[in-house]
């Protein structure tokens, strides 16, 4: 199949602007991709260090004469790329039919009409961004995006409360194979215009929205006010972080398994004393200390967390430390606070306190998302030396407190290892292994040590 045809919009764009320019830059992580991607395809050249920038091929050039985007004139000062594209009126207009619609009781097609004005106004506002004539256009596709969100967001919650009902009256099933339900008119998941999993995410939303009225409103309100576009990852995360309060969830506490920590311990060696600046209540101090390690810890809230000789914890804001100038400097060995700050305490870790080596626990989705400075500077200008992907899911972390159900765990996760070179660099490559923390031989070095621990 002829490449070009595989190109997106957003790709051709970087590929007209190369060519026209005899060069492109962009420090957003969506445009790094696309430079590699058109890198991968030979259309660029990619610099050799700096990820954002590439320089036109011959083979570019003539691509991109083939699809139209001839260099312009010296009076042309609008890209040629102009192809027709939806206008705000028309998304409006289409937004106004599915509101309608909605109110009618026709939901299943409301959310299609909302679910296509959400990606063409994600699209036309990514491609207004690229160019200063239509970048006015930007804040307005963005409202459009927030929009059609919400709508999106009503329907589905809908859709999902009509699956609900189906189920309950006997005309959908439970679970396992459709023959549970007698007869044949049987009510689908596919009927209702979502997957199992968008049904799923929808209940939830449903729950935020009863426990906190137009909580969703409010979050797409505050992404646009902010300038920022207005996702479904970022709505998700929001209501996700909503419907447990701040003292439910507890600073964001949630212990880790013992099981977790003894991995890493077997698979990387640390400095004899470690530094745990988010100690928690002491579930990785009790194995490094186990371990044969003496521990430095500390976290924001007091949770009278001692070492095993005594030492209480420090109570401070791991980003408002600083080493000191002629003191020692130790490994960090952590769980981090997954909410907002998590970003933004590791991105000071590696800038501030420069550890010889660090691992943390974190959530597999971090080797994802492009939007936070903190994050693609810790995974991309300082990337971790080693990743540890845990094949099985660490046995649940409930948050600090909870008292429910324990549920199994549903979040993958991985160590990640920095390691400061000899050049002064954390380096810029990145080794994944694959790990199994059940595999008898961790087993086995937990046993050894917990039993030298239990013997001194």
């Known amino acids: 199949m002829d490449i070009l045809t595989l190109l997106s919009p957003e790709q051709k764009a970087v590929l007209q602007a190369v060519v026209v320019d005899g060069e492109f830059r962009t420090e957003n992580g969506g445009g790094k991709i696309r430079i590699k991607k058109l890198h991968e395809h030979g259309l660029v050249r990619r610099h050799e260090t700096d990820l954002g920038l590439c320089f036109p091929t011959d083979a570019g050039r003539a691509a991109a004469a083939a699809l139209g985007l001839a260099e312009p004139s010296a009076a042309t000062t609008v890209p040629v790329l102009q192809p027709a594209r939806a206008s705000v009126p028309e998304m409006v207009s289409m937004l106004q039919t599915a509101a309608r619609l909605f109110d009618e009781g026709d939901v299943a097609r409301a959310h299609v009409i909302a679910d296509g004005v959400y990606d063409l106004s994600q699209a036309e506002a990514r491609f207004a961004a690229k160019y200063a004539a239509s970048k006015m256009l930007v804040p307005k596709f963005r409202q459009l995006q927030g929009d059609a969100l919400l709508m999106e967001t009503r329907c589905k919650i809908e859709l999902a409360k009509a699956y609900d009902k189906a189920q309950e009256t006997g005309q959908a099933a439970k679970k396992g194979r459709p023959k549970n339900v007698p007869g044949e008119n049987i009510f689908t998941a596919a009927e209702a215009g979502l997957?199992?999993?968008?049904?799923?995410?929808?209940?939830?939303?449903?729950?935020?929205?009863?426990?906190?009225?137009?909580?969703?409103?409010?979050?797409?309100?505050?992404?646009?006010?902010?300038?920022?576009?207005?996702?479904?990852?970022?709505?998700?995360?929001?209501?996700?972080?909503?419907?447990?309060?701040?003292?439910?969830?507890?600073?964001?506490?949630?212990?880790?398994?013992?099981?977790?920590?003894?991995?890493?311990?077997?698979?990387?060696?640390?400095?004899?004393?470690?530094?745990?600046?988010?100690?928690?209540?002491?579930?990785?101090?009790?194995?490094?200390?186990?371990?044969?390690?003496?521990?430095?810890?500390?976290?924001?809230?007091?949770?009278?967390?001692?070492?095993?000789?005594?030492?209480?914890?420090?109570?401070?804001?791991?980003?408002?430390?600083?080493?000191?100038?002629?003191?020692?400097?130790?490994?960090?060995?952590?769980?981090?606070?997954?909410?907002?700050?998590?970003?933004?305490?590791?991105?000071?870790?590696?800038?501030?306190?420069?550890?010889?080596?660090?691992?943390?626990?974190?959530?597999?989705?971090?080797?994802?998302?492009?939007?936070?400075?903190?994050?693609?500077?810790?995974?991309?200008?300082?990337?971790?030396?080693?990743?540890?992907?845990?094949?099985?899911?660490?046995?649940?972390?409930?948050?600090?407190?909870?008292?429910?159900?324990?549920?199994?765990?549903?979040?993958?996760?991985?160590?990640?290892?920095?390691?400061?070179?000899?050049?002064?660099?954390?380096?810029?490559?990145?080794?994944?292994?694959?790990?199994?923390?059940?595999?008898?031989?961790?087993?086995?070095?937990?046993?050894?040590?917990?039993?030298?621990?239990?013997?001194?």
Not at 242 to 265: F, H, Q, V
Not at 309 to 325: H, K, L, M, N, Y
Not at 386 to 391: F, G, N, S
């Open 195 to 456: 997957s199992r999993k968008e049904i799923h995410e929808a209940r939830k939303l449903a729950a935020a929205e009863e426990k906190t009225p137009g909580i969703a409103e409010r979050a797409i309100a505050a992404r646009v006010s902010a300038g920022l576009a207005p996702t479904r990852a970022n709505l998700k995360h929001a209501i996700g972080t909503k419907t447990a309060t701040k003292e439910d969830r507890g600073n964001n506490l949630y212990e880790t398994a013992p099981e977790g920590t003894w991995t890493i311990l077997a698979l990387e060696q640390f400095s004899q004393t470690v530094n745990e600046p988010f100690c928690g209540r002491g579930a990785i101090v009790r194995v490094l200390e186990a371990a044969g390690y003496d521990v430095v810890l500390s976290d924001l809230v007091d949770y009278e967390t001692t070492t095993k000789d005594g030492e209480c914890q420090a109570v401070i804001d791991f980003r408002e430390t600083r080493p000191e100038p002629d003191g020692p400097s130790f490994d960090i060995v952590s769980n981090p606070p997954y909410g907002d700050e998590m970003n933004s305490c590791i991105a000071h870790a590696l800038r501030v306190h420069r550890p010889r080596k660090m691992a943390l626990l974190l959530n597999l989705n971090v080797l994802a998302g492009f939007e936070d400075p903190d994050r693609n500077f810790y995974m991309e200008e300082c990337p971790p030396a080693r990743i540890y992907v845990m094949k099985h899911r660490l046995p649940m972390m409930h948050r600090d407190g909870w008292e429910g159900p324990k549920a199994s765990s549903q979040m993958n996760t991985m160590w990640c290892v920095w390691e400061l070179q000899e050049d002064g660099t954390y380096g810029s490559q990145t080794v994944i292994h694959r790990v199994d923390w059940e595999d008898d031989e961790f087993a086995r070095f937990r046993a050894a040590h917990e039993a030298e621990s239990e013997a001194a």
